[in-house]
């Protein structure tokens, strides 16, 4: 067994191997590539030759019926209010969390007597309670905000409450006897030091509120993307759902993108 | 000594400690409280808020009658094979991987990337495919499950100290002995941690995959007394599966420990 070809291993091949692989060995992002292509590959083979073209399309299917998709009439209309609810979820979430996450981080006795409470309900399996939301919230775009944000609050909560208590206390103490008033000390003191957990807690918050709405519009739709992706199933019509569930796919990617670049570059002055 | 001593000073006094207890049951009794009051005082609608004897009524009918039997033996089923196929594949597809540094830098960006997208989109996909019953409950779970066991497993077995390896090697370690010694030892913490967020995850997405889509299971039949607004079962079903959660996740955790500390 090769235990550790690595360093050592790469090198000796990159000496021995013929100018292609040593090429590529020095390159991984390009084997990366290649494997992405080489899995296209073969679901393009199977979903052609081997399996049942009314339930998977091969990707190329795929790709011709973007347009198609998004010509059907409502796609772009419920793609926009999915984003929308994402949004209006994520940023009740951050102000929500953010204030409980202060609050519970500032005081040593309410980080005692309520962090565990926070803690008890971020362990709950949110899931089981959906269809409540839907009862409370009704089934428009209310309910999936509402999901989003119960699941992306507790992250950004305890990110916050963790960022806080982490907070010097000769600082704090130091601002108070050179006479700052409390929002000073906030601005100054807390803000600055919150900043990199801060941004943690919006990564982990993002994830979850993408979780949340997306998974009460699975759930129950009328105009969302949910109800596009039952329509499709029901419809058959794959290479229209996997076009859809892909977008989705790629916008999750690309927000969660956004908020790790602000993570990596508010948190690099500590770090 | 010095650890002594700022565990001394550290230590909240006594009375601190006793009252953040104290919020933390007054908390749980108030929220009692409320959900009488809300229901027998002020009349919110038994729809939207049932009352909370009525679901300890039914919280006890449904255990003593034993109809949960059926639908738990659904949910556990698929979970546990979700969290079988998704450990046997993540543990070794993830082992694999870590054999090689170049493996890692090929395949650790492409796990991570997958692992940000909320794959649960992709369950109407593998409803169409895999039809409503439980197959498609286990691919989905076993899917979630896979992406943070295969990257602790890599992360785990990948950063194992280079120079237990290299000495453990001059000192003449079969293979064998090196898995057993070195390897295992210093990869086991990640990768149960690993295992035990796959384990969550799955869980959760069985039990969420049935609430979206299904014939069977808890996740059903809490979506099936919502619709048909049998409030109090449903709120006794949702302290019922919110109990074995947490009881599959005491168990976890135990066992984790456990073998940690083997």
């Known amino acids: 067994m090769a235990v550790m070809d690595t360093d050592a291993g790469v090198a000796r091949a990159a000496t021995t191997e013929g100018p292609l692989k040593r090429w590529l060995l020095a390159r991984p ?25 009314d339930f998977i399309s091969p990707p190329s299917a795929v790709l011709i019926s973007l347009g198609a998709l998004l010509a059907t009439p409502g796609v772009p209309k419920a793609l926009g209010l999915t984003l929308y609810e994402i949004a ?7 102000l929500i969390g953010v204030t409980v996450g202060l609050v519970v981080g500032l005081g040593r006795f309410a980080h005692k007597s309520f962090m565990p409470i926070v803690l008890l309900l971020y362990g709950l399996p949110q899931i089981t309670i959906l269809p409540l939301f839907v009862l409370l919230f009704g089934i428009g775009p209310a309910s999936k905000i509402a999901f989003g944000v119960s699941h992306g609050m507790f992250p950004i909560m305890i990110a916050v409450a963790a960022g806080v208590q982490k907070i010097d206390p000769v600082l704090m103490r130091g601002a108070r006897s050179m006479g700052a008033s409390p929002p000073q000390i906030l601005y100054h003191v807390i803000f600055p030091h919150m900043v990199p957990s801060f941004f943690t807690g919006l990564r982990l918050g993002m994830t979850g509120v993408l979780l949340g709405v997306l998974l009460a ?16 199933t029901q419809n058959l019509q794959p290479a229209k759902l996997i076009g859809l569930v892909s977008m989705l796919a790629l916008i999750a990617v690309v927000l969660n ?15 | ?23 933390q049951v007054a908390f749980i009794f108030g929220v009692f409280i409320l959900w009488f009051l809300a229901t027998n005082v002020w009349r919110v609608s038994s729809i939207l808020l049932p009352n909370p004897f009525d679901v300890w009524r039914q919280l006890i ?45 090929v395949f650790e960006p492409l796990f991570a990337a997958i692992y940000a997208i909320p794959i649960i989109l992709f369950l109407p996909l593998y409803v169409m495919v895999w039809g ?3 197959p498609s409950k286990i691919a989905l779970g076993a899917t979630i499950g896979f992406f943070p066991i295969v990257l602790n497993t890599v992360v785990g077995f990948g950063n194992v100290d280079r120079t237990l390896i290299a000495a453990a090697r001059s000192m003449g370690a079969s293979n064998l002995q090196m898995f057993r010694h070195v390897l295992l030892p210093g990869a086991l913490p990640v990768v149960l941690a690993g295992l035990r967020m796959g384990f969550t995850v799955a869980l959760l997405s069985v039990i969420g995959s049935e609430t979206i889509a299904s014939l069977a299971g808890l996740g059903h039949r809490i979506v099936n007394l919502a619709e048909n607004m049998e409030m109090a079962r449903m709120f ?3 302290v019922f599966v919110i109990a074995i959660v947490a009881l599959l996740n005491t168990a976890i955790s135990t066992i984790e420990a456990y073998a940690r500390w083997q």
């Open chain 1, 29 to 53: 992002g390009v084997t990366r590539i290649a494997v992405i292509a080489l899995l296209i590959g073969s679901w393009e083979f199977a979903a052609r030759f081997l399996l049942d073209r």
């Open chain 1, 88 to 94: 209006i979820g994520f940023v009740l979430a951050s």
């Open chain 1, 217 to 232: 519009e699975l759930y129950v739709s009328t105009a969302g993307i949910g109800y596009f992706t039952s329509l499709f």
């Open chain 1, 257 to 271: 993108t956004i908020v790790r670049r602000a993570e990596t570059h508010y948190g690099r002055w500590r770090a």
């Open chain 2, 1 to 23: 000594m010095n650890g002594d001593l700022r565990e001394h000073f550290n230590r909240e006094p006594l009375a601190i400690r006793l009252a953040s207890h104290g919020v």
């Open chain 2, 61 to 105: 009918e449904v255990i003593r009658t034993g109809e949960f039997i059926r639908d738990l033996r659904i949910t556990l089923g698929e979970f546990a094979a979700a969290f079988a196929i998704a450990t046997v594949l993540g543990v070794a597809i993830g082992y694999a991987i870590s054999r090689s540094r170049y493996l890692i830098k």
């Open chain 2, 132 to 134: 409503l019953g439980p």
């Open chain 2, 236 to 238: 006794a079903y949702i």
